[in-house]
């Protein structure tokens, strides 16, 4: 049942993904390229044939009969984040009305929507992005093994990601959503179900990127709490350092903040305790805190990852924005990234790179 699902998604444009039971971790490596990508029918077949995972979807972008880039956007809402069913009433009627007072109350109704395991809902919608949106690029990199590894770039700088919306006291999210390049468990996964009669994801109604922003903000303007802010003040670094010679990790974490990776691969800010900048990994739970910021004899900064379920890095171990990179985007191949470093410098000061070899 979980294979004729993943295939109907796939024939409905959106990519299935396989999630591990029991730490809900998708099973491939590099699964956020099918936010760019759909796999292959065959690929789908192998991944479940198995079985016993659960049934995922990434929140993929792609262009539709209009012509225009869209993007499909899960909306969760999590009862867990709020204890008290009195301030989760209070929360629904203030976001029902900041709906109301801009013409979209019951939008998310008309909506492909899910309960899930933990009392929450789950809605998926469509965005269509404005229209000078360009698609995605998929950037292949040969490593020094011989092998050929992938990557992208969104295209749009504002494309929607995994944001949180609603945000409650301690900083956890009543409403957060998954964006490009998010993964979302989905029915039929075991303790789901289905709110929206015969229909599927395969029918989801689109919404104008007018319609959207509206809709964030309405949410936003409910929240009690702001999440502490980050520091981004950029570092001074004088580069090279003394003594260190320069190589494409050293320029690449000289130019680019742990922070901004962070972000960029779905972890959250969740405040400083004891001076240290702490950040929770992707689908983590409120209040909870799985790496810290460090800094490193240059200047420079680094994750101290704690958590031994935070994939693709590794407990105990601190990772550089060069290091960050490297495991997200290349599984763990930092001579396939100081390669992909080395042809973005070329691009970025010669609009080539041929001479790379």
């Not at 998604?9 to 993904?17: C, K, V, W």
């Not at 409120?286 to 101290?304: F, K, Q």
Request: charged residues 25%.
């Amino acid at each position: 049942m979980i294979a004729d699902y993943a295939l109907r998604a796939l024939g409905a444009g959106i990519s299935p993904l396989p999630v591990i039971a029991k730490d809900r971790r998708p099973l491939i490596q590099n699964w956020t390229l099918l936010a760019c990508e759909l796999p292959t029918a065959q690929e789908v077949v192998a991944w479940f044939e198995r079985g016993g995972f659960e049934l995922g979807v990434v929140c993929r972008r792609g262009r539709r009969q209009d012509q225009r880039e869209h993007q499909m956007v899960m909306v969760d809402v999590d009862v867990k984040a709020v204890h008290d069913q009195d301030e989760i009433r209070r929360l629904d009627d203030e976001i029902g009305s900041n709906l109301s007072a801009v013409g979209l109350r019951g939008i998310l109704g008309a909506c492909p929507k899910e309960r899930t395991a933990s009392g929450g809902r789950h809605y998926y919608i469509d965005v269509a992005l404005p229209p000078e949106t360009q698609p995605p690029t998929i950037l292949e990199k040969l490593g020094a093994d011989g092998v050929l590894r992938r990557t992208y770039t969104p295209g749009f700088a504002d494309t929607p990601r995994n944001e949180k919306w609603t945000i409650v006291e301690g900083g956890g999210a009543y409403v957060e959503t998954r964006g490009f390049g998010g993964c979302a468990r989905i029915w039929p996964t075991l303790g789901f179900r289905w709110l929206s009669g015969e229909g599927w994801i395969d029918e989801i109604p689109s919404l104008s990127w007018e319609q959207f922003q509206t809709m964030r903000d309405a949410f936003r303007a409910a929240s009690p709490y702001t999440l502490p802010e980050r520091n981004r003040e950029a570092k001074t670094r004088a580069w090279p350092p003394p003594g260190m010679g320069d190589t494409p990790s050293r320029r690449y974490n000289s130019r680019v903040a742990v922070a901004d990776l962070l972000e960029r691969y779905g972890w959250s800010y969740a405040g400083s305790i004891s001076g240290k900048d702490r950040w929770c990994k992707p689908g983590g739970s409120p209040g909870e805190s799985h790496g810290s910021l460090l800094t490193a004899e240059d200047g420079t900064d680094l994750l101290h990852c704690f958590s031994t379920a935070a994939s693709p890095l590794e407990a105990e171990r601190n990772y550089s924005a060069f290091g960050l990179r490297a495991a997200y985007e290349f599984d763990g191949d930092w001579a396939a990234c100081a390669r992909a470093t080395l042809v973005e410098e070329a691009e970025s000061q010669h609009g080539r790179s041929e001479w790379i070899a």
